[in-house]
């Protein structure tokens, strides 16, 4: 298979993350004789700095004429740190999203189990905890009309949805989880939010179609707790855009590490495969981020494109990285390798195993690595 994949780096570490992506992508066309092509653009900070435009339009005409986005990261302190900034680099991302009609946002949480004890959480809450959330990507207050009145003293997002925005991201949902455990909880406000209340009607109709997955629904406050509580109960959460955007970064603590949690945001023609952690500025150039969520990320690009053994191979060089503790900072302290290095590896597995060597607390790689 040929694929020809726009990417879009970003700011921070954007670009350290997605080169180790481009990496495996590498390796994976070696060993199964596909050609991927990327072409790179710029988006976030960067873009705004060398064009004024969080999303040239050089950008967006490259993700509308691609198989496929590979994204990294967006984002710039001196950005956050000014309220009053009329141009930012989160419009970019939003902008794209809306352009590229990618209105679902899938999210895995898994924790792996030689990465237990790196959570927060007590091992026995979070062993065997195995679920999705399905973020509406499109609508909400990211979108809504937004004012300010004149001496700046009040503010209102409009929250707006529509019936074909949440029938269209529902049925995804349900089909989920058809193959999965046939459960899918509604997370929402329906005791105050109009909107909600609009969301569990047209669920409700939905479900109907799928009469062998069972329904339920949780006030978003009550799905925050019982996330940290009891997160085995959950097969496939189906929320809202601010909802699903807070509670996947708070699930992100049940894998030890936000730097673990890959993510696909689809639309009817298009897709865009991303980690969910930000630009982490304080790490860029360092050699320190965590490059897995990256190249999760492109194992969820393969299984887009029905690529299975390929994305299974991504899965088993990455799980072999955590096992041989082949991981960054955040996940071991104490941890000798960086980005690259992680990379590097992950890499070299998925070209032959046979090709890596081990000594005692010393790990090596024996094949020369993919640049």
């Given at each position: 298979?040929?694929?020809?994949?726009?990417?879009?780096a970003?700011?921070?570490?954007?670009?350290?993350?997605?080169?180790?992506?481009?990496k495996?992508?590498?390796?994976?066309g070696?060993v199964?004789?596909h050609e991927f092509?990327?072409?790179?653009?710029?988006?976030?900070?960067?873009?705004?700095?060398?064009?004024?435009?969080p999303?040239?339009?050089?950008?967006?005409?490259?993700?509308?004429?691609?198989?496929?986005?590979?994204?990294g990261?967006?984002?710039?302190p001196?950005?956050?740190n000014n309220?009053d900034?009329?141009v930012?680099?989160e419009q970019?991302?939003?902008?794209?999203?809306?352009?590229?009609?990618?209105?679902?946002?899938?999210?895995?949480?898994?924790?792996?189990?030689?990465?237990?004890n790196?959570?927060p959480?007590?091992k026995e809450?979070?062993?065997?905890?195995d679920f999705?959330?399905?973020r509406e990507?499109?609508g909400?207050?990211?979108?809504?009309?937004k004012?300010?009145?004149e001496?700046?003293?009040?503010?209102?997002?409009?929250?707006e949805?529509?019936?074909?925005?949440?029938?269209?991201?529902?049925?995804?949902a349900f089909?989920s989880a058809?193959n999965?455990?046939?459960?899918?909880?509604?997370?929402?406000?329906?005791?105050?939010?109009?909107?909600s209340?609009?969301?569990?009607?047209?669920?409700?109709?939905v479900s109907?179609?799928y009469?062998?997955?069972?329904?339920?629904f949780?006030f978003?406050d009550?799905?925050a707790?019982?996330i940290?509580?009891n997160?085995?109960?959950?097969?496939v959460?189906l929320t809202?855009?601010?909802?699903?955007?807070i509670?996947?970064d708070?699930?992100?603590?049940i894998?030890?590490?936000?730097?673990?949690?890959a993510s696909a945001s689809?639309?009817?023609?298009?897709?865009?495969f991303e980690?969910?952690?930000?630009?982490?500025p304080?790490?860029?150039?360092?050699n320190i981020?965590?490059?897995?969520?990256?190249i999760?990320s492109?194992a969820?690009?393969?299984?887009?494109?029905?690529?299975?053994?390929?994305?299974k191979?991504v899965?088993?060089?990455?799980e072999?990285a955590?096992?041989?503790?082949?991981?960054?900072v955040?996940?071991?302290a104490?941890?000798k390798?960086?980005?690259?290095e992680?990379?590097?590896?992950?890499?070299?597995?998925?070209?032959?195993?046979?090709d890596?060597?081990f000594?005692?607390?010393?790990?090596?790689?024996?094949?020369?690595?993919?640049?």
């Amino acid at each position: 298979m040929n694929l020809k994949i726009a990417a879009l780096a970003g700011d921070g570490i954007g670009p350290e993350v997605i080169l180790q992506a481009k990496k495996a992508l590498y390796a994976i066309g070696l060993v199964f004789d596909h050609e991927f092509v990327f072409e790179d653009a710029f988006v976030g900070a960067i873009a705004i700095d060398k064009t004024g435009n969080p999303l040239p339009e050089q950008t967006l005409n490259l993700c509308l004429n691609t198989d496929a986005v590979l994204f990294g990261a967006i984002g710039d302190p001196k950005y956050d740190n000014n309220p009053d900034a009329k141009v930012r680099p989160e419009q970019g991302l939003l902008k794209l999203r809306k352009s590229l009609g990618l209105f679902a946002n899938i999210r895995p949480i898994k924790p792996y189990a030689s990465l237990l004890n790196s959570s927060p959480l007590k091992k026995e809450i979070i062993q065997d905890a195995d679920f999705i959330i399905f973020r509406e990507l499109t609508g909400g207050v990211y979108f809504g009309e937004k004012k300010l009145n004149e001496t700046g003293t009040i503010a209102s997002d409009l929250c707006e949805y529509s019936e074909e925005e949440i029938i269209r991201i529902s049925h995804l949902a349900f089909k989920s989880a058809q193959n999965r455990r046939k459960k899918v909880t509604m997370v929402d406000k329906a005791n105050v939010l109009e909107t909600s209340r609009l969301w569990r009607r047209v669920v409700k109709k939905v479900s109907e179609d799928y009469p062998d997955v069972a329904l339920d629904f949780l006030f978003v406050d009550n799905a925050a707790m019982q996330i940290i509580l009891n997160p085995r109960q959950f097969d496939v959460i189906l929320t809202e855009n601010l909802f699903g955007d807070i509670l996947s970064d708070e699930a992100s603590v049940i894998t030890g590490s936000i730097g673990l949690l890959a993510s696909a945001s689809l639309g009817k023609t298009n897709a865009l495969f991303e980690p969910i952690h930000g630009s982490y500025p304080q790490a860029t150039g360092k050699n320190i981020a965590n490059p897995i969520a990256s190249i999760l990320s492109a194992a969820m690009l393969l299984e887009h494109f029905g690529l299975h053994k390929e994305a299974k191979k991504v899965y088993e060089a990455v799980e072999k990285a955590i096992e041989y503790n082949v991981v960054t900072v955040d996940l071991n302290a104490d941890s000798k390798f960086g980005t690259n290095e992680v990379g590097d590896f992950i890499s070299n597995v998925i070209l032959s195993k046979d090709d890596l060597y081990f000594k005692i607390d010393n790990i090596k790689i024996g094949q020369s690595t993919i640049v």
